[in-house]
């Protein structure tokens, strides 16, 4: 009797469990781009949340106790690497005490020939050599080429972890890596004509794309992050500019355009901006529509 009085209960109980939605696969990302890329292959199938908030990049997020709390509640941190994440390994070091998550590099594996270590560099008198990075430079995202080669680590990552939804990821990295080649044939056929052009930018963050593209990035304002160059180079640079016919100066978003304005003045060229997307809203096509208003922009300038 109580055997049959309980089967009510068990029913009740099995169907309850069966609709209980089963636990979603938790991913972190360090930055924008890096977001932008998972969310997409996760669609509805995984819980994707950002370290950074939408206005702090990864040149100056410093990394804090409250911030814990999104590491110890995911189980794949996905980040770009390549030194972009200076913060990682102080990140992942006060993790250790909770169960960190397993940190996944969107570009490892890239091959050599298609990372960058030697930049524009201005030369000072008396100065020889080359100018180059220590490692790679970083800004491989602003390549949507390169794009498509970190959503193909973030697919093998995700369908590792959670090899159920596998096919479902796989879906979904195969309409966005379309989408990215769709990018990737609109810029390069609108800068066709411009291929060739100088132009100077604030930083480090465009000779993916510049190569990418065909332009020529004769130099930048700022050669380390947040080091004001010296009016000697300051100096180097405008003779460079008026030398090279460069008839436009590009800022990011992220700086201050008042050092380019000065320099613009000199130089008698126009300041336009250009987004190095390592900032801005979260949401899955913040990349793409970053993109195609940098080459508004370029269009604009580089007639």
Not at 44 to 63: K, R
Not at 97 to 110: K, L, M
Not at 215 to 242: C, F, H, Q, T, W
Request: hydrophobic share 45%.
């Amino acid at each position: 009797m109580l055997a049959l009085a309980l089967l009510p209960l068990l029913a009740f109980s099995a169907s309850t469990r069966a609709a209980e939605p089963a636990t979603k696969l938790r991913v972190l990302t360090s930055f924008l781009p890096v977001y932008c890329f998972t969310a997409n292959v996760a669609g509805d199938h995984a819980e994707v949340e950002n370290l950074l908030p939408a206005n702090v990049g990864p040149h100056d997020y410093q990394f804090a106790p409250r911030d814990l709390r999104k590491l110890s509640g995911a189980q794949l941190f996905i980040v770009n690497g390549h030194g972009m994440e200076d913060w990682l390994a102080k990140a992942m070091k006060a993790a250790k005490g909770s169960q960190p998550p397993t940190v996944i590099e969107a570009y490892a594996g890239v091959p050599k020939a298609r990372l960058i270590t030697e930049l524009p560099h201005i030369h000072l008198p008396g100065e020889h050599g080359h100018h180059h990075h220590d490692g790679p430079n970083p800004h491989l995202w602003l390549d949507p080429t390169l794009a498509a080669h970190a959503v193909t680590n973030i697919l093998a990552a995700l369908q590792k972890a959670d090899p159920k939804n596998a096919a479902g990821y796989a879906a979904n990295a195969a309409r966005y890596v379309e989408r990215l080649h769709a990018l990737d044939r609109d810029l390069a056929a609108a800068l066709a004509p411009a291929k060739g052009r100088r132009i100077v930018t604030y930083h480090h963050a465009f000779p993916y794309f510049t190569r990418r593209y065909g332009l020529d990035l004769i130099g930048v304002i700022e050669e380390v992050p947040d080091n004001e160059p010296s009016a000697k180079y300051l100096a180097a640079l405008l003779k460079v500019m008026r030398e090279k016919d460069v008839r436009v100066i590009f800022t990011e978003p992220q700086f201050s355009p008042k050092l380019a304005q000065r320099i613009s003045r000199d130089a008698k060229v126009p300041v336009a901006e250009l987004d190095t997307l390592e900032t801005g809203p979260l949401k899955p096509t913040a990349y793409e529509e970053g993109l195609r208003r940098n080459l508004n922009t370029l269009l604009r300038h580089l007639k």
